[in-house]
């Protein structure tokens, strides 16, 4: 079964960096688009940045410039790195695949951008 583990979170200052990462197992990885969303308290989830399986990437606005999308198809792994983090990036980060027509989802990853 497909199976999504996100890792890499934490507490980090304003300006600080930190690097996401998300461990597929379950499906021919290299094969599909992989996309980062995010759900802070009391806000529905949303769309952070995709990756296609030929690596064309997009960001959504809110982040553009700050956060870079990328993935390794010999370990199965897509990366989300995420530098002048501000507090309003403090949310839950999870890792999706669309794969065998549903929506697959990490356990997600708690970031906390904070002084």
């Known amino acids: 079964q497909v199976q999504l583990v996100e890792s890499g979170g934490g507490l980090v200052q304003p300006g600080g960096s930190l690097r996401l990462s998300c461990a597929a197992s379950?499906?021919?990885?290299?094969?599909?688009?992989m996309n980062w969303y995010r759900q802070a308290p009391g806000k529905e989830r949303e769309w952070v940045a995709g990756?296609?399986?030929?690596?064309?990437?997009t960001n959504a606005g809110s982040v553009k410039g700050r956060f870079t999308i990328s993935r390794d198809n010999a370990e199965n792994t897509v990366s989300l790195q995420m530098n002048s983090l501000k507090p309003e990036d403090t949310a839950v980060y999870y890792c999706?695949?669309?794969?065998?027509?549903?929506?697959?989802w990490g356990q997600g990853t708690q970031v906390t951008v904070s002084s």
């Open positions: 990756i296609t399986s030929l690596g064309g990437s």
């Open positions: 999706n695949a669309y794969v065998r027509s549903r929506n697959h």
């Open positions: 379950g499906f021919t990885f290299s094969s599909y688009t």
